[in-house]
């Protein structure tokens, strides 16, 4: 049984957790900045990452008290290294690169994706590879087939805004809060989502890729209009991006005859989320797997989880590991035609 020390900086959340080998979470703290970068409208890197250098090493002196464990006895130091806001990632690095040198443990830089994709399998233990993957959060919206640790071969992406993105700024354009997420989970609860007529992005089209600007577009001039309850609106924009989950996730089911549909990321919370996909991966005969909604939106004891399996696979880093702004988790994938450039 190895023991692993995480911790989680690449975007607004600060954590750290204990997690072992064996689906065991001793303790696990996450700190969000909301307060901070509300103001802003918007996460601000700079704030991000002097707020991390406060929190931090905090939450890991939190963590090892509430487990009742020392250092040393830890077997290795898993951090997040990108892809992310960099000064937040190299925050989080340097701690556990800093950790890692004074304890004499191991380090494990882990891409902040694999966290999520692996984050099933921290509560599933039922969940085997390989499995068909919808990665939905704030910066990224992707099908994967995953066949192991460090294995994944991506059938398709967004070509403008991620998912979550999507969500950020339709509830912006009501004047909800950020994260938008869980306010438009909310308000839609309230309202009917065939009320406003709401485009489906490449609904249909071949390869299985997304597109958000259109819709995100569409929501911005049905607030304008002043004709549509914002409940009605929140409701139908969530129903058109489960719409497009379920019509673009179909089509990678064409690619990937894995026996599990799976579905994590920050917005793999969302309920109707949820229920959209599962009943897509009955029709399918496929099994279906999701993480608690806590384990979808960003947390240190996924990072923990993706330092055990990679741990076990002998994958650990050496003090140098670079903290990386981009870094994709199958970078033989090439551009899609079509994408706009977006930083
Ligand atoms: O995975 P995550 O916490 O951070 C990133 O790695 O990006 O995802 C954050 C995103 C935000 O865009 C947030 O609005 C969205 O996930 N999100 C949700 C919900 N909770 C968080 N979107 C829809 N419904 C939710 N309940
Ligand atoms: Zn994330």
New binding site residues.
């Given amino acids: 049984m190895a023991l692993i020390l995480a911790l989680e900086s690449?975007?607004d959340?600060s954590a750290a957790a204990l997690v072992t080998s064996d689906r065991q979470i001793l303790a696990q703290a996450v700190v969000g900045q909301n307060d901070a970068h509300r103001p802003f409208g918007g996460v601000v890197p700079e704030i991000a990452a002097r707020a991390h250098v406060e929190i931090l090493p905090g939450l890991v002196r939190q963590v090892l008290h509430e487990a009742d464990v020392g250092i040393g006895e830890v077997d290795a130091i898993a951090a997040t290294a990108g892809p992310g806001l960099i000064g937040g990632v190299m925050v989080g690095l340097l701690t556990g690169k800093g950790l890692a040198l004074s304890a004499g443990k191991p380090l494990i830089a882990v891409n902040?994706l694999e966290g999520?994709a692996l984050s099933p399998r921290l509560v599933d233990p039922e969940l085997d590879f390989p499995y068909l993957l919808l990665l939905a959060?704030?910066?990224?919206c992707q099908l994967l087939e995953v066949s192991g640790v460090g294995r994944y071969r991506r059938l398709a992406t967004t070509i403008d805004d991620a998912a979550?993105?999507a969500?950020?700024k339709a509830a912006k354009s009501m004047g909800l809060g950020y994260?938008?997420?869980?306010a438009?989970?909310a308000l839609a609860a309230e309202g009917d989502r065939g009320a406003v007529p709401l485009p489906r992005p490449l609904k249909g089209s071949k390869e299985p890729h997304f597109s958000f600007a259109g819709l995100k577009a569409a929501v911005q001039r049905a607030v304008a209009s002043g004709d549509h309850a914002h409940a009605d609106i929140a409701a139908s924009f969530q129903q058109a991006v489960v719409d497009c989950f379920v019509d673009r996730t179909r089509g990678a089911l064409r690619l990937s005859d894995a026996p599990s549909l799976v579905v994590a990321?920050?917005?793999a919370?969302?309920q109707a989320?949820r229920s959209g996909l599962q009943q897509l991966a009955e029709q399918h005969g496929r099994a279906f797997s999701v993480p608690p909604?806590w384990l979808?939106?960003?947390n240190a004891a996924m990072i923990g989880w993706a330092g055990a399996e990679r741990f076990a696979a002998g994958l650990v880093d050496a003090l140098d590991a670079p903290a990386r702004a981009r870094w994709p988790l199958d970078d033989s994938a090439e551009a899609v035609r079509g994408a706009g450039v977006k930083a």
């Fill in positions: 690449s975007c959340d902040h999520h959060s704030g910066g990224h979550g993105e969500f950020d994260p938008g997420g869980p438009i989970e990321g920050g917005v919370a969302n989320v909604a979808c939106t960003d």
